[in-house]
Structures are given as structure tokens and as C-alpha cells.
């Protein structure tokens, strides 16, 4: 008889065919691994370099809008009305920060109807924001207040130093005076630290700037003047600032405007009369 040790030969030969076969398997296995791990990562670098010429796109039109709104602030008017709450109108239980608020929204409001674009600063704007407005080169930076003390009148604040800021101050000043019930107090150098007439925002300021301070708010005649005549006040600073830019105001001609309120028409008749009782009031000292 043949001796069976072939028999653990045949069993050795065909574990080693089933060791190839598996060994080809995992061979072919790792292979496609390898592929899908590639394919996965060409996918992702195209994503990856399709996103960003997206953000490259939209931050250059971003840029492209800021660019062209600091442009733009070169025809803007900046309106900066107090914010002194703590200022107390004599009547009316208001406060100098509402009513120069509603001034410079109604002038605001003229202003945007004669194509003047218009920046009202925001209520809780403190006066260093404000001012650094004026480094965006605005065509004109118009504060807006109502004064308080021993005195009666309007007048004026500008930059001594600026040519510009001198002429719009008188732009303004003069229809606002024009209007007002009282003596007026004309032109101040505003510029100066330290000086009893220094106003923060006008002599931190790099673009025409004035501030206008219109009448007394804390003597009770001409407080209420104040009060009944905003749209003739609103009307008068807005011509002031159109004639300044050579910008016909809404509603007449930059002549004409800073009286036309109160020298015709019903509304203007109850002006000019409101004006004359307040003048009266004052001469006999009440």
C-alpha cells in the first residue's frame, strides 16, 4: 500500500492556492481603496478651488461698495443734533436733544427733497464719533443746538482754520439770524481748545463744519418761539446749508427761502406775528 503521508501534501497545497486567492482579494481590495481615496481627493480640490474665487468675488464687491460710498460722502451732509437731554426746554416738557433731533430730521427731510444726500447722526452717537465723521470728506457737517444762560440770540461755530467751514457758517447763520425773534450773536471761532467758544466738534473736524446754536431755550418766550417755528428753523438752516452747496432748496429759490416762511402766506403770517409778540415780551422784559 502507498504510505498516506501525500495526503498532508494535498491538504498544505491547497491551503497555500487558498492564501493566493485571498491575498489577491485583499491585493485588489487595497487597490480600490487607494483609488476611492484619490478620487475623494480630487473632488475636494476642486471644490476647494471653486470656493475661493467665490469669496474673492464678493469681497471685491464689497470693496468696490465701500470705495464707492466713502466717494460718495464727498456730496453727503452729516446733521449732528445734541444729544444733552439733561438741557430742559423752559416749556413744553422737552429737552434741547428732542427738539434739535425733529430740527434736523425736518431739515433732513428738505434737504433729501432738493437731491443733497443726507446723514443724520444716530441719538446715542457720542461727540467723538460724530466728529470722525469728518474725516470721510463730507461735502458739509452741520451740528444743530439750542443754547442756554444769561443771554438771548443766535449764533454760529466754525473753524478758523478752514476757509470752507467759515463760508458755511455764514451760510447757515445768516437765514437762521434772518428768522430769529431776537438780537443775534453772529460768527465764533469754534476751533480754539481752551477758549470759552472751543466746541469739540468743530475743532475736531477735517470737513466744513459749523455748529449752529439757535436762540435760548431756557427763557420761557423764546423757548416756546423755538417750539412753534421748528419747520421755519428746519427750513431756514436747510437753505443755509443749499446755499452753501449752490443747491436750489425744495420749495424756492436759495435767495429767497430763508424768509420766504415768514413773509407770506398763512403760515407765514402766523410766523412773523408769533415773532413780533416774543420781541414785544422781551422789550417790556418778561
Not at 503521508?5 to 485583499?26: E, F, G
Not at 480600490?32 to 469681497?59: D, F, M, R, Y
Not at 460710498?69 to 413744553?92: E, H, I, K, M, R
Request: hydrophobic share 35%; proline share 3%.
Amino acid at each position: 500500500m502507498q504510505p498516506t503521508k501525500q495526503t498532508p501534501r494535498s491538504r498544505n497545497t491547497h491551503r497555500r492556492v487558498r492564501y493566493d486567492r485571498i491575498l489577491a482579494v485583499l491585493v485588489i481590495f487595497v487597490l480600490l481603496i487607494v483609488l476611492l481615496v484619490k478620487c475623494c481627493s480630487s473632488c475636494s480640490s476642486k471644490k476647494a478651488g471653486t470656493k475661493p474665487n467665490v469669496v474673492q468675488s464678493t469681497t471685491s464687491a464689497t470693496e468696490g461698495t465701500t470705495e464707492e460710498a466713502t466717494q460718495n460722502y464727498t456730496n453727503t451732509v452729516y446733521l449732528s443734533p445734541s444729544n444733552q437731554s439733561d438741557n430742559l426746554f423752559q416749556v413744553g416738557d422737552t429737552n434741547e436733544a428732542e427738539v434739535c433731533r425733529i430740527l434736523a430730521d425736518k431739515t433732513a427731510a428738505i434737504l433729501q427733497q432738493s437731491g443733497v444726500q443726507v446723514i443724520v447722526a444716530g441719538a446715542d452717537d457720542s461727540l467723538q464719533t460724530k466728529a470722525a465723521m469728518g474725516d470721510n470728506g463730507l461735502a458739509a457737517y452741520v451740528a444743530i443746538h439750542t443754547n442756554q444762560g444769561t443771554g438771548v440770540g443766535t449764533d454760529c461755530y466754525y473753524n478758523s482754520s478752514s476757509e470752507q467751514s467759515k463760508a458755511l457758517a455764514q451760510a447757515v447763520y445768516d437765514p437762521v439770524a434772518n428768522l430769529t425773534p431776537t438780537a443775534d450773536r453772529g460768527l465764533l471761532d469754534g476751533s480754539q481748545s481752551g477758549s470759552d467758544s472751543y466746541q469739540y466738534e468743530i475743532g475736531n473736524n477735517k470737513s466744513p463744519s459749523c455748529l449752529i446754536e439757535v436762540e435760548f431755550h431756557d427763557g420761557p418766550n423764546v423757548a416756546q418761539w423755538i417750539l412753534d417755528n421748528e419747520d421755519n428753523i428746519a427750513s431756514a438752516i436747510a437753505t443755509g446749508i443749499c446755499n452753501y452747496l449752490q443747491v436750489t432748496p425744495a420749495g424756492g429759490t436759495a435767495a429767497a427761502a430763508g424768509t420766504t416762511d415768514i413773509a407770506s402766506g398763512a403760515d407765514g403770517a402766523s410766523a412773523a406775528t408769533t415773532t413780533n409778540a416774543v420781541q414785544n415780551q422781551l422789550s417790556a422784559g418778561n
